[in-house]
């Protein structure tokens, strides 16, 4: 099983450039998250997911869109990157349920220059 | 809303040292709690799990249990590996309300183990 797939995996940009950082599972969970990393921040959540066709605002929206494609995809887009935007993203999936965790994806570490 | 109480690292143990990594939460309801693991360079991969009270989690001779009374869910280990080194992370899975499903992470504990 590939689990949750993000691509790609690292990726440099200009400051004003756009890009769309991408994620897919093949669990059929129902709900996808985007959460960012930063050092001494923890994982912070970004946008999610519950279930196809819902998106939801989460901690630190600002800056960023998502789009839940169909079940197994959900993208994460920068419109205008930042320098704060330099991060590593991770997206999530799970199964709905109280004792299901999320499954994580490798990651994509973006840095703004 | 949900939190999530981490204790400070970084942590650094030698080999077959006793390992404790505090961990308490607040939370509306009765939410699952859990411990990830991150590798350096990698995404975070589950530890382990309790979803009740008293439960205890279990996984790679590490071990959490589901303390409601005390709201913790402290993260042991009896013999640390030098493959242990990672970083640790507890969390809480929201159980109800708008916050439904939404994890809450700490902040991380940096565990370094020396031969």
């Known amino acids: 099983n590939a689990g949750v797939t993000q691509t790609p995996k690292f990726q440099v940009l200009k400051t004003g450039q756009s890009m769309t950082l991408q994620c897919a599972q093949d669990?059929?969970?129902?709900?996808m998250y985007w959460y960012r990393q930063d050092p001494g921040m923890g994982l912070r959540l970004i946008y999610y997911?519950?279930?196809?066709?819902?998106?939801d605002k989460g901690e630190v929206p600002n800056g960023y869109n998502v789009s839940r494609l169909n079940k197994r995809e959900f993208s994460l887009r920068l419109e205008s990157a930042a320098p704060s935007q330099t991060s590593v993203y991770f997206c999530?999936?799970?199964?709905?349920?109280?004792?299901?965790?999320?499954?994580f994806g490798s990651g994509t570490r973006l840095t703004v220059v | 809303g949900n939190s999530v109480t981490q204790m400070e690292g970084p942590v650094t143990l030698s080999e077959e040292a006793f390992l404790t990594i505090n961990c308490t939460y607040t939370a509306t309801g009765y939410p699952s709690l859990f411990w990830y693991v991150q590798y350096p360079g990698e995404g975070l991969q589950l530890l382990l799990k309790?979803?009740?009270?008293?439960d205890k989690g279990s996984n790679k001779g590490f071990e959490a249990t589901y303390r409601k009374e005390t709201t913790s869910f402290h993260l042991e280990k009896g013999s640390v590996q030098v493959s242990d080194s990672a970083v640790y992370f507890c969390?809480?899975?929201?159980?109800?309300?708008?916050?439904?499903?939404?994890?809450?992470f700490g902040q991380g504990t940096i565990l370094t183990v020396h031969p």
């Open positions: 997911s519950a279930s196809e066709g819902t998106t």
């Open positions: 669990m059929n969970h129902n709900s």
């Open positions: 999530a999936s799970r199964l709905t349920g109280i004792t299901y965790g999320y499954t």
């Open positions: 969390a809480n899975l929201n159980a109800g309300g708008t916050s439904y499903g939404k994890l809450t």
């Open positions: 309790a979803t009740k009270a008293d």
